[in-house]
């Protein structure tokens, strides 16, 4: 079993944003596969179903541009202190966060909208989510 160190009381919302800093503990959990990472922190909220989920794990490498529209990243909003994994497409003002789950409510309005954030020094990319995995084992 491979050890990984999440970080305590951080996470990355799959929905409408979670607090994040740069100073917090870690907790250790354990998966079957080595996945070379720079970052682990919690996903909170289902709007990355179907393929990433409450309570998984995100493995990060650092990196502070997008490479490939679409891909899933961690975004840090600076200006409100929340923190996102979403799927990323840079426009010519804007980046836009979008939600993997298509799910609507009784009025036809998606649940989880894109989320347009400028790109100045108050948006900054964490890098790229390179896998998300359920822990096997919890040492909390």
């Not at 079993?1 to 951080?10: N, S, T």
């Given at each position: ?21 740069d ?22 909220g ?23 529209n ?7 909003d ?20 979008v ?35 359920t ?6």
């Open positions: 079993m491979i050890p990984y160190q999440v970080e305590e009381e951080q996470s990355l919302s799959a929905g409408r944003g979670e607090a994040y800093t100073e917090v503990g870690k907790d250790v959990v354990y998966w079957d596969k080595d996945i070379k990472h720079d970052r682990a922190i919690v996903i909170r289902n709007s990355m179903e179907p393929d990433y989920h409450y309570g998984q794990i995100a493995l990060i490498k650092y990196q502070g541009c997008v490479d490939i679409g891909d899933v990243y961690a975004v840090d600076i200006d409100r202190g929340l923190a996102y994994i979403k799927s990323v497409y840079v426009e010519d003002d804007y980046i836009r966060l939600s993997l789950n298509d799910d609507i409510d009784f009025e036809g309005n998606r649940l989880f909208p894109d989320i347009l954030l400028p790109r100045d020094e108050n948006t900054r990319i964490i890098g790229k989510v390179v896998e998300a995995f822990p096997i084992e919890k040492n909390f």
